[in-house]
Every structure is written in structure tokens, then in C-alpha cells.
């Protein structure tokens, strides 16, 4: 499995960024997607991730109520809705994906098996 996200960029406090994570080679295999986030100096952090099936979502706190992650299945791709950004929310973002056998720790890194290259989000005050 590969996994390319695209979308980062530079906005100003406020707006509004739609992050894309492009999924390929053995998809089919593929359950639950997520992207987690790491400003400098600080460890990864979970954004939010959603299932396969019946498309569940979790969100960490920090970005509850103002990111939305959906996904088409279809094209193997997940998409990260950004919006109400803040200068805290300046990170690379990553997307990752969960393999055969499931952990279930939908929040946590060791809970994924493949990551994409990471795309930076800077939010300028």
C-alpha cells in the first residue's frame, strides 16, 4: 500500500484548507484511515480517522467541531476538511492507513501500518 496526501499549504488564521490522501496497490486490504499530525518539537499527534465501512469517525479534541474527514472508497482516497484554522494547527499532517489484522487503536500510530510523506498545513496569525 502507498499512500500520497497532497493539500498543504499556507492560510491565514480562519481559513479553510482540504487535505487529500490518495490511496494505492493492495486497497482492497485497507480498513480504517487516519491522519495524525507533528508540529516541530513535538511528538504525532491523532487528527481524526474513519472506517471503511459505515464510514466511522473519531476526532481529537483539539480539532472537533471544526475538521471533517470523509473518504470514497471508490477512489481509495481520504479527505481531510479543514476549517477555522488556527496558528496551533501549523504541523505536517499525515495520512495513514490500517491493515490486516486490525489493531482497533484508531488514535494511535502503532494502530496504523503505512504512512504517507506528510504534507505541512502552516497557519499564519
Known amino acids: 500500500v502507498q499512500l500520497q496526501a497532497s493539500g498543504g499549504g499556507l492560510v491565514q488564521a480562519g481559513g479553510s484548507l482540504r487535505l487529500s490522501c490518495a490511496a494505492s496497490?493492495?486497497?482492497?486490504?485497507?480498513?480504517?484511515m487516519g491522519w495524525f499530525r507533528q508540529a516541530p518539537g513535538k511528538e504525532r499527534d491523532f487528527v481524526s480517522s474513519i472506517s471503511r465501512f459505515r464510514s466511522i469517525t473519531y476526532y481529537g479534541d483539539s480539532v472537533q467541531g471544526r475538521f471533517t474527514i470523509s473518504r470514497d472508497n471508490a477512489k481509495n482516497t481520504v479527505f481531510l476538511e479543514m476549517n477555522s484554522l488556527k496558528p496551533e494547527d501549523t504541523a505536517v499532517y499525515y495520512c495513514?492507513?490500517?491493515?490486516?489484522?486490525?489493531?482497533?487503536?484508531?488514535?494511535?500510530?502503532?494502530?496504523?501500518?503505512?504512512w504517507g510523506q506528510g504534507t505541512l498545513v502552516t497557519v499564519s496569525s
Open positions: 495513514a492507513a490500517d491493515t490486516p489484522p486490525y489493531s482497533g487503536y484508531y488514535s494511535q500510530s502503532v494502530g496504523y501500518d503505512y
Open positions: 496497490g493492495r486497497t482492497v486490504s485497507i480498513d480504517r
